[in-house]
């Protein structure tokens, strides 16, 4: 099993910044990837951005030039570097391990942003 712990987040106005870390604990094999997707009310969930174990990074349309992903320690920690906040980032944002042996996440974290 993997556990993933999540820290970072909270309340920001609009314009502001925010980082979001999440650390990998157990079973942690080679991954696929590795970062954040975020799921506001009535919404579906979807990729805020993720790296690879190549350390390539993928991110989604509407944060592409506001949002940094990095990883360390061997890709078993992943930081989300969130600048330019707007309203429509408040989600709760869910830290995400792919690896061959399974699919895991963590338990969430609130992002609020307030115009």
């Known amino acids: 099993q993997v556990q993933l712990v999540e820290s970072g987040g909270g309340l920001v106005q609009a314009g502001g910044s925010l980082r979001l870390s999440c650390r990998a604990s157990?079973?942690?094999?080679?991954?696929?990837?590795m970062g954040w997707y975020r799921q506001a009310p009535g919404n579906e969930r979807e990729l805020v951005a993720v790296?690879?174990?190549?350390?390539?990074?993928n991110y989604g349309d509407s944060v592409k030039g506001r949002f940094t992903i990095s990883s360390d320690n061997a890709a078993r920690t992943v930081n989300l570097q969130m600048n330019s906040l707007k309203p429509e980032d408040t989600a709760v944002y869910y830290c995400n391990r792919r690896q061959l042996e399974g699919d895991y996440w963590g338990q969430g974290t609130q992002v609020t942003v307030s115009s």
């Open positions: 790296i690879s174990g190549a350390g390539i990074p």
């Open positions: 157990g079973r942690t094999f080679s991954i696929n990837t």
